[in-house]
Every structure is written in C-alpha cells, then in structure tokens.
C-alpha cells in the first residue's frame, strides 16, 4: 500500500525557512489528496495545509497562511512544505498524510487520513 516518507526537518532560527518533503510510493500518487499536520510539544495535533486531488485546491490554517506553501509533483511522486518566515510557535513534528477523499471546498480531517508518515521534527530558535 501507499506509504510516506518525510524529509527536511531541522532546525532554524526566527525568520528563517525550511523545505518539508514528503514523498509517497506503493499507490496512484496523482489520486491521492495529500495534507501537512503538525503536534507541538504538549498539544494536539492540528492541520497546517492540504491540497486536494480533483480539484488541485490548496488549503491553509490561518496561522501560516502568507508563510507556508504547499505544492505537489505528480511526477516524483511528492509534496512539499515550503516554510518561510518560521516562528517559535512553529516548533512541532510536522507529518504528512495522505487520502482518496476529495472535497469541492474543504480539506480532508485527520480522521479521513488513510496513511501517515512518520513525521520530521522542526524546531525554531527564538
């Protein structure tokens, strides 16, 4: 079955950036809405960005939208997480997930999330 492998994790200082990697083999990636979840320490996890399948539409949590930019390439088969302008608050495991759900104006939740990877940890400094 489809599996995912996240890369680029790290650490950065405030205001710097990082580039998140997901990449997904075993399944039909172009048919796959694929999303980014993060859990800070001591909290749960929330959504971050996600960019449906049918309809190619990206969405964001208000907290990073303007900073963070989610794209995909159907070819290689991954999505990535271009993070700028990165906050302490940004401190979190960063995983990726993936669905056959495709909704006309939403994102798939958590709980509609078929596979997960084993997420990278992203770390910033103030």
């Known amino acids: 079955q489809v599996q995912l492998v996240e890369s680029g994790g790290g650490l950065v200082q405030a205001g710097g950036s990082l580039r998140l990697s997901c990449a997904a083999s075993g399944g039909t990636f172009r048919h796959l809405s694929m999303g980014w979840f993060r859990q800070a320490p001591g909290k749960e996890r929330e959504f971050v960005a996600a960019?449906?399948?049918?309809?190619?539409?990206?969405y964001y949590t208000d907290s990073v939208k303007g900073r963070f930019t989610m794209s995909r390439d159907n070819v290689k088969n991954t999505v990535y997480l271009q993070m700028n302008s990165l906050k302490p608050g940004d401190t979190a495991v960063y995983s990726c997930?993936?669905?056959?759900?495709?909704?006309?104006?939403?994102?798939?939740?958590?709980?509609?999330?078929?596979?997960w990877g084993q997420g990278t940890l992203v770390t910033v400094s103030s």
């Open positions: 960019i449906n399948w049918s309809n190619k539409t990206t």
């Open positions: 997930a993936a669905s056959t759900l495709s909704y006309s104006g939403r994102p798939f939740g958590q709980r509609e999330a078929e596979v």
